[in-house]
């Protein structure tokens, strides 16, 4: 049986380090758990450890049930705060609010989300797991790029796409913070992260649209 790659195969994880890339990401579905505070926080690893059983089960439901086997795509997660100046100069990471996410696959519909969670309740139901949701994300035109390195020496590359990229192309930011984990942050060391960085935008001057 073949194994689909996600990450392979999708243009939306396409970009390079040091290179900002517009893009248009269609509409796609996601499993979602939210939270708020720092990522090192324990609340942020019991999303991990909620979420990513339920990855896990969806996926082998589909290789035993649908006969479509599919790698895991990577951590997601979607990042804002009252002030969006808290990720790129003051980094008050007690002020972010997150929700952590991985993308399900277009074949794979609710019946089989609900027979995932189920499954995973019986086994030993994770602390949050009635947190769980799928959900479509609509986020559209995009910008983003690959940053290699630490989360903590993301706040420059950041600064650049929000204060000159963005408004020199005529565009204005809409929507949340975007990371894209295509490392094991848990097991790769900081400096050789590889993490993609996308930021919605729409035309400057459109009324703006928060998804």
Same mark, same amino acid.
């Given at each position: 049986?073949?194994?689909?790659?996600? &990450?392979?195969?999708?243009?939306?994880y396409r $970009?390079? &380090?040091?290179?900002?890339?517009?893009?248009?990401?269609?509409?796609?579905?996601?499993l979602?758990?939210?939270?708020? #505070?720092?990522p090192?926080?324990?609340?942020?690893?019991e999303a991990?450890?909620?979420l990513?059983?339920?990855?896990y089960?969806?996926?082998?439901?589909s290789?035993?049930?649908?006969?479509?086997?599919?790698?895991?795509?990577?951590?997601?997660?979607?990042?804002?705060?009252?002030d969006?100046?808290?990720?790129?100069?003051?980094r008050?990471?007690?002020?972010?609010?997150w929700?952590?996410?991985?993308?399900?696959?277009d074949?794979?519909?609710?019946?089989?989300?609900?027979?995932?969670?189920?499954q995973?309740?019986?086994?030993?139901?994770?602390?949050?797991?009635?947190?769980?949701?799928?959900?479509?994300?609509?986020? #559209?035109? $995009?910008?983003?790029?690959?940053?290699?390195?630490?989360?903590?020496?993301e706040?420059?590359?950041?600064?650049t796409?929000?204060?000159?990229?963005?408004?020199?192309? #005529?565009?204005?930011?809409?929507?949340?913070?975007?990371?894209?984990?295509?490392?094991?942050?848990?097991?790769?060391?900081?400096?050789?992260l590889?993490?993609?960085?996308?930021?919605?935008?729409?035309?400057?001057?459109?009324?703006r649209?928060?998804v």
């Amino acid at each position: 049986m073949d194994k689909t790659d996600l &990450k392979k195969t999708l243009d939306a994880y396409r $970009c390079d &380090k040091g290179r900002f890339r517009i893009l248009d990401i269609p509409d796609m579905t996601y499993l979602m758990i939210d939270g708020s #505070g720092a990522p090192t926080s324990p609340a942020f690893g019991e999303a991990i450890e909620t979420l990513m059983p339920v990855a896990y089960t969806l996926k082998f439901a589909s290789k035993g049930d649908l006969g479509r086997d599919y790698v895991v795509p990577p951590l997601e997660g979607l990042w804002w705060a009252d002030d969006m100046e808290s990720f790129t100069a003051s980094r008050d990471k007690s002020r972010w609010l997150w929700t952590l996410m991985t993308l399900v696959p277009d074949w794979v519909h609710r019946d089989a989300y609900e027979g995932a969670v189920a499954q995973v309740a019986v086994k030993k139901a994770p602390a949050r797991l009635g947190d769980v949701r799928l959900e479509r994300l609509s986020e #559209g035109r $995009c910008v983003q790029t690959l940053h290699v390195g630490s989360f903590d020496d993301e706040a420059p590359v950041l600064a650049t796409m929000h204060d000159e990229f963005i408004p020199s192309h #005529g565009l204005t930011m809409t929507g949340k913070h975007h990371e894209i984990y295509l490392s094991d942050f848990w097991k790769v060391a900081p400096e050789k992260l590889r993490t993609i960085l996308r930021q919605p935008v729409r035309p400057a001057g459109e009324q703006r649209v928060d998804v």
